[in-house]
Each structure stands twice: as structure tokens, then as C-alpha cells.
């Protein structure tokens, strides 16, 4: 029984360090958790109470630099999930702000998903080449 268990718990580390790895999965789940309140979950947008604009088939998609500058920075009605420099990974999860490899991640998943087929990833040390909020050359982007 107490071998069972002990197994079962490594499985659960397995699984969760498999996850970790895999940056498609980590786009989809913060997409998921984040961008999809707003954007809806098939990249639509909508329009209501606000103006949440589509990013299927939505040709500003085509730029990668363009994606993460705005989910680094925000853009008028959205808000900014950048990370402030020099905060640890725990304390940018506290600010519910995203780390360089999280944006990627999502940006990367935006790009491919949604009808989007965009054959080039961006990866974390370009996001981080980027303004980042309270950072050098920051600025709302829009
Ligand atoms: C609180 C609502 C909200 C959330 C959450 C949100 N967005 Fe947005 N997003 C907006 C709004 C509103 C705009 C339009 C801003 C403007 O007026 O230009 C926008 C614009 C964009 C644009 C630019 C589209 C264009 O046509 O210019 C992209 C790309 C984008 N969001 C991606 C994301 C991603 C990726 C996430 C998740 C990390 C995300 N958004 C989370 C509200 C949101």
C-alpha cells in the first residue's frame, strides 16, 4: 500500500515535469487561465462591454514581436502581464504577471492556434530583448 502511494506521487511529479517542459502545452494553459476570458476560447474576440479584438485570423498576429509587445506591455483596454525586471519567477506568479518563457509560450500559441499557422516561434530571450514594464524604454505600447 505505502509502495502504491509512493508510486502514484512519483507519477504526479513525472506528469507535472513532463508539462513543464513541453512550451506548447504552457501556451495553452495560459491562454486558457488568462487570455481567453477576454478573448474568448476559439481567439474570436467580442464585443460587449468592451471591444476585445479577434486573434484568429487577425493579420497583426503575423508579427511575433508584435504579440509579445502587447501581452510585455498591454495595449489601451488590456492590461500589461509583463514582468518588472529583477522580480523572481515566485513573486512575478504573485503579481499574476508572466515570466519571458511564459510569453513566449502563449505567443507561440496564439500564432499556431485559432487557424493561425505562423511557421516562426519567438523564444524567451527575444521577449526579453523587448520593453518590459518599469524597464528601459517603457511605455504603454499602444
Ligand atoms: C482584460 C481583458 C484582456 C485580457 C485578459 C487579454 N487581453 Fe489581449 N486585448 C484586450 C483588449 C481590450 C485589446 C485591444 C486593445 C486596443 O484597444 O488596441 C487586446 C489586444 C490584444 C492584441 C492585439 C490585437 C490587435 O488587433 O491589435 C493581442 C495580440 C492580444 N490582445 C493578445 C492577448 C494575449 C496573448 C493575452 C493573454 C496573455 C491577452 N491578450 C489577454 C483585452 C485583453
Known amino acids: 500500500m505505502r509502495i502504491a502511494v509512493a508510486g502514484m506521487l512519483m507519477l504526479g511529479v ?29 481567439g474570436e474576440g467580442a464585443t ?28 489601451k483596454g488590456m492590461p ?18 508572466l515570466t519571458d518563457e511564459q510569453i513566449a509560450a502563449v505567443v507561440n500559441y496564439v500564432r499556431t492556434h485559432f487557424g493561425n499557422d505562423y511557421k516562426d516561434p519567438t523564444t524567451a530571450k527575444e521577449v526579453a530583448e523587448l520593453p518590459h514594464p518599469g524597464g528601459k524604454g517603457s511605455g504603454r505600447a499602444g
Open 80 to 97: 500589461s502581464f509583463g514582468t518588472l525586471p529583477g522580480l523572481s519567477a515566485q513573486q512575478a506568479r504573485m503579481l499574476a504577471s
Open 14 to 42: 513525472v506528469a507535472r515535469a513532463a508539462m513543464a517542459q513541453s512550451p506548447m502545452d504552457e501556451g495553452e494553459r495560459l491562454y486558457t487561465t488568462i487570455c481567453q476570458g477576454c478573448h474568448m476560447s476559439k
Open 48 to 75: 460587449g462591454a468592451g471591444t476585445y479584438p479577434k486573434l484568429a485570423g487577425n493579420p497583426l498576429v503575423a508579427s511575433r514581436q508584435y504579440v509579445a509587445m502587447t501581452v510585455l506591455m498591454g495595449r
